[in-house]
Nanobody, 123 residues
Framework: QVQLVESGGGLVQAGDSLRLSCAVS????????MGWFRQAPGKERECVAA???????YYTDSVKGRFTGSRDNAKNMVYLQMNSLKPEDTAVYYC?????????????????WGQGTQVTVSS
């Protein structure tokens, strides 16, 4: 059973930074593609960043240059560094794992999900 646990969310002001972490247990972490998604009230869940098993990254346009995804295969951890946060970044952020080496950018491409962590950015 693969389990994902996010941490690092919180309430910050516009322009601040946050680092989200996701601890993965079970399965074979180094072979998984990982994704970070967010969902704001009334909106669909969107992929903000994705990392292939060998570290290739994808970012949605709205976070390019501000967010950086990374993974540590030795620690079974994946991270999302978020800089220059904006109020429109406010959402519940989810970590997800896909049993594939390739990047996946849609929610349906991921089999395993964390419980989510709230990020709130005040103006």
């Amino acid at each position: 059973q693969v389990q994902l646990v996010e941490s690092g969310g919180g309430l910050v002001q516009a322009g601040d930074s946050l680092r989200l972490s996701c601890a993965v247990s079970g399965g074979t972490f180094r072979s998984y593609a990982m994704g970070w998604f967010r969902q704001a009230p009334g909106k669909e869940r969107e992929c903000v960043a994705a990392i292939s098993s060998i570290g290739f990254t994808y970012y949605t346009d709205s976070v390019k240059g501000r967010f950086t995804g990374s993974r540590d295969n030795a620690k079974n951890m994946v991270y999302l560094q978020m800089n220059s946060l904006k109020p429109e970044d406010t959402a519940v952020y989810y970590c997800a794992a896909a049993a594939t080496a390739l990047v996946r950018t849609t929610a349906t491409g991921y089999e395993y999900w964390g419980q989510g962590t709230q990020v709130t950015v005040s103006s």
